[in-house]
């Protein structure tokens, strides 16, 4: 299994930028699929997650209204789109697969994890 994350970039606090995630080698169309992000010094954190179906979505706090996930099962492909981008949200942001099982806040719960992608908000 391979997920490939990309479209970080370095952006200006209320610009946008939307994350890509490649998925192979499972069956994409029955996993769940998430974004978790890390900043320097803190842990790994929950974006979003997206069902199989690309029809049910959760979101942190932190990004609820800024942030939409979604899923293409025709490409192999989940997008994150980040709007009115904060500084707070600098991170390596991570794509990860869960191949069974609903979608899910926890970290450990994800079999497959991309390599990540960087994203920094200047103010």
């Known amino acids: 299994v391979q997920l490939q994350a990309s479209g970080g970039g370095s952006v200006q606090a209320g610009d946008s930028l939307r994350l890509s995630c490649a998925a192979s080698?499972?069956?994409?169309?029955?996993?769940?699929m998430a974004w978790f992000r890390q900043a320097p010094g803190k842990e790994r954190e929950f974006v979003t997650s997206?069902?199989?179906?690309?029809?049910?979505?959760d979101y942190a706090d932190s990004v609820k209204g800024r942030f939409r996930v979604s899923k293409d099962n025709s490409k192999n492909m989940v997008y994150l789109q980040m709007d009115t981008l904060k500084p707070e949200d600098t991170a390596i942001y991570y794509c990860?697969?869960?191949?069974?099982?609903?979608?899910?806040?926890?970290?450990?719960?994800?079999?497959?994890w991309g390599q990540g992608t960087q994203v920094t908000v200047s103010s």
């Open positions: 080698g499972l069956t994409f169309s029955r996993a769940s």
């Open positions: 997206v069902s199989w179906s690309g029809e049910i979505r």
């Open positions: 990860a697969a869960r191949p069974e099982g609903s979608i899910t806040t926890i970290a450990s719960r994800y079999d497959y």
